[in-house]
């Protein structure tokens, strides 16, 4: 299917498996240059070799821990080895956080933080050049859990 997306800078956040994963090699096809990024080295790598065989866009990996590093520091590096980014798909986070909707604020931060708060930190870097340019799309994948209690309430909270 042709989105008229060639040539389009895509990163994706959490590429390594499932939905991520699929978003990538969905944007390689479309003829974009995709950055993958995720924590696995191998699975990115297995990635990078799968969307070589599709043979439409490009993709460059970066192994990082998002919950690990400095987020602004990371999207500052990611903007100037790469440039600015068309669309931006933060598919982070995860419900292993703490499940004890009583906890304290060290776990509801940690939950927060996995999975929105980095990524929103990311936007604030990214986000300028998209108004400047009046050009951009920045997507975050949710859940379920956001609209009714699914199991886990810290993360039903901060998805």
């Known amino acids: ?45 297995t990635l990078q ?17 998002i919950m690990s590093l400095d987020t602004k520091k990371f999207a500052r590096m990611l903007q100037d080895k790469y440039g600015n980014f068309d669309i931006i798909i933060h598919n982070v986070g995860g419900s292993l956080v703490s499940r004890n909707h009583l906890a304290g604020q060290e776990d509801w931060i940690y939950a ?31 859940s379920i859990s956001a609209k009714m209690l699914r199991g886990n309430p810290l993360y039903a909270s901060a998805k």
Do not use: W, Y
């Open 49 to 65: 070799d799968e969307c070589k065989e599709l043979g439409n866009g490009t993709i460059d990996i970066e192994v990082a821990d």
């Open 112 to 142: 927060l933080r996995f999975n929105a708060l980095a990524a929103i930190d990311m936007n604030s870097v990214f986000l300028p050049a998209m108004i400047e340019r009046k050009s951009g799309h920045i997507v975050h994948i949710s």
């Open 1 to 45: 299917m042709d989105l008229g997306l060639t040539n389009k800078l895509v990163l994706v956040v959490g590429s390594s498996k499932g939905i991520g994963r699929a978003i990538a090699k969905s944007f390689v096809e479309e003829g974009c240059h995709v950055i993958a990024i995720a924590r696995s080295a191998q699975l990115l790598s």
